[in-house]
Structures are given as structure tokens and as C-alpha cells.
């Protein structure tokens, strides 16, 4: 009898040479990429929007839990875990991406499909924190989901899409950032929340490997797109480094 095989990602050694993973590479500046407090000022911006904005709640996933944007729209309540306190978790394992009508099976302009470098039944498993859970848990009482289990629609029931999320990234920013930064490319995006959310995990010192499983890379492609934020923890590396060297020489 054959053994089933298990889902693992992809290789993407040859994608790494790709215009896409320059473009990703050229994105991480770290220029371009929000710090925790111009994040959560922003995710402020848009829920102060009104009841559109706080229908766009989605984008704390990008941030909190590093979900693409894809994955974010297909998030189902059943794959989310929200205790009361502390962390709960996500199980990502549809991304509802706009392909347009023309080009899905079903005929939506979300098209309905595994995780992106991933075999088509994976699913990814990211912790959240407590302020994620918070923030899914209110969403969940205050807008109940979509027929199908989604978490998050527009206001009027619709599927989520970039002209919305898009406008009212746009006002944010206006409303948020100083004339300087509002010029520049910091945070031009909402798509820069997820590089914020891997920079972050980085600079707090998780384990790349572990990083790069929540994020769904590989780690060489981790290595090579964040290598900026890795480097700022040098003094962090080397005071755990004498500290264990004191340890184990003589007393």
C-alpha cells in the first residue's frame, strides 16, 4: 500500500532568481518597512474609519500574524483558536485570491486555492497574540461571519478587495504619518505589514527557522529577503555568546 507523503513547502530555490523575489527583496528595505509603533498607529487609522474601516479589520492578520493578503480574505472562523487570555492560533489553508472572473473555475474574481509555494492541502500553523485575539474576538460579535465561515467582507456583505483595503491604507497614512514619511515608501502598502510582521519576529530574536515556518518561506528565501533585520542583532548575539562562555570557564 502506498504511503501517503507529507505536505511540505515547495522548493523554491529556483524562484529565489526570480523579478518576483527581487521585487520582495527590494521591498524589505527597512526604509520601507513600518516599526511596531507606526503599525499599530495605522491599523488605528483605518479602524477609525468608520464601520468600513473597522470592516477591514483583516489587516491585523497581515500584521499580528504575517498572513498574506490572500489568506487573509479566506480566513475562516473554524480555523482560528481565540481563547479568552493569552495566545490563540490560526490554521491557514485557503488563499481567495483576485484572479478575475474570467480566469477562476467558479466564475468569482476570487479564485479559491492552496497556499501560495505550498502543496494544495497544507496548512500553516501561526500563533497569534493576545492583541490579534482580541481584535478577531470583537470582529466576530460585532459582524458575526459570511455564509461560507469567513471572518471578514465589506459592508455590504461583499468579498474584500484591493480598492477598498487600498483607499483606506491610503487615508491612513494621510492621517498618521508626518509630510516626510508620507512621501516617502514607508508603509506604502498594506502588504508591508507582513514584511513588519517578520522583521519584528526577527529583531525579537525567534529562531529563523521558526520565522520562516509561520511566514511560509523557505528559510534560504528568509535569509536572503530579511538579511537586513538579522544584522542589528549582533550586540543581542554576542552578549548571549560571553555569557555562555563565562559559564563554562573557570570559576
Not at 45 to 57: F, M
Not at 152 to 180: I, K, P
Amino acid at each position: 500500500m502506498a504511503q501517503a507523503t507529507p505536505d511540505v513547502p515547495v522548493r523554491l530555490d529556483s524562484w529565489a532568481d526570480t523579478p518576483e523575489f527581487l521585487d520582495l527583496l527590494h521591498l524589505t528595505n527597512p526604509a520601507f518597512v513600518p516599526d511596531p509603533a507606526h503599525a499599530a498607529a495605522l491599523l488605528a487609522g483605518v479602524r477609525a474609519q468608520g464601520t468600513r474601516g473597522r470592516h477591514l479589520e483583516a489587516l491585523g492578520c497581515i500584521y499580528y500574524a504575517a498572513s498574506r493578503l490572500g489568506e487573509t480574505v479566506g480566513l475562516k472562523l473554524r480555523d482560528c483558536e481565540l481563547p479568552r487570555r493569552g495566545w490563540g492560533m490560526l490554521r491557514l489553508n485557503e488563499s481567495r485570491a483576485r484572479s478575475g472572473t474570467a480566469w477562476t473555475d467558479s466564475g468569482e474574481a476570487h479564485d479559491q486555492r492552496g497556499l501560495k509555494h505550498r502543496s494544495r492541502k497544507a496548512v500553516r500553523y501561526v500563533p497569534i497574540p493576545p492583541e490579534l485575539v482580541a481584535l478577531l474576538r470583537w470582529h466576530v460579535i460585532r459582524f458575526g461571519t459570511a455564509p461560507d465561515g469567513r471572518l471578514f467582507r465589506t459592508a455590504r456583505g461583499g468579498m474584500v478587495q484591493e480598492s477598498g483595503y487600498g483607499e483606506a491604507w491610503a487615508r491612513a497614512r494621510a492621517d498618521v504619518l508626518t509630510s516626510g514619511e508620507l512621501a516617502s515608501r514607508l508603509a506604502k502598502r498594506p502588504y508591508d505589514l507582513r514584511h513588519a510582521a517578520v522583521s519584528t519576529w526577527l529583531s525579537s530574536g525567534v529562531e529563523p527557522q521558526l520565522v520562516a515556518e509561520r511566514a511560509g518561506h523557505s528559510v534560504a528565501v528568509l535569509f536572503r529577503a530579511y538579511a537586513k533585520f538579522l544584522k542589528g542583532g549582533d550586540e543581542a548575539a554576542n552578549a548571549k555568546i560571553s555569557a555562555r562562555l563565562r559559564a563554562g570557564g573557570p570559576s
